[in-house]
């Protein structure tokens, strides 16, 4: 079955939006920390017939290459979710309270004992969910995804 441990969360519904948010940010690819280096600037002929371009060329690359580093040896920031797997759900899609939300996260456990570190400070009301509901939300889980892949098979089969 499942090789990689999975977690459930609970949270308050009013909580879902700003952890959406969270689940769904990369950092590496938010130009409020990497600048933007135009794709021609790697082009040596677009480089070649415009030189006028070459210094403020440097410069940028060199801010995004200074920017890459650092992003690397921020561990908070390298706890990204976005590439992980998870799914939010509403409580009602399950059967569960229907004003709560629930996170369901499978990754290595290094990953899931700092994201949830993370995720507790961001999301106040965050808390691990009891293992009856746990079991409940990681069943509903893989019952769909062997919904959705046999429905795939049926379609390309």
């Known amino acids: 079955m499942r090789s990689i441990p999975a977690r459930v969360y609970v949270l308050n519904s009013s909580d879902a939006a700003a952890l959406k948010k969270i689940l769904e940010y ?20 677009y480089m070649e017939k415009h030189p006028e371009v070459a ?3 440097a410069q940028k690359k060199k801010e995004a290459d200074e920017a890459i580093n650092k992003l690397k040896n921020d561990k908070d920031l390298n706890t990204i979710f976005a590439r992980q797997d998870c799914q939010l759900k509403d409580g009602v899609s399950l059967g569960l309270d229907r004003e709560k939300s629930y996170l369901y996260l499978s990754a290595d456990d290094s990953f899931l004992e700092a994201g949830e570190a993370k995720l507790r400070k961001s999301i106040g009301s965050l808390q691990r969910a009891p293992p009856e509901v746990e079991k409940k939300v990681i069943e509903t889980v893989e019952e769909e995804r062997q919904k959705s892949d046999q429905g795939l ?3 390309f089969g």
């Open 26 to 45: 990369d950092p590496y690819l938010d130009p409020n920390l990497i600048p933007k280096v135009p794709k021609e600037w790697d082009d040596p002929k």
């Open 153 to 155: 098979g049926f379609v």
């Open 55 to 57: 210094q403020e060329a």
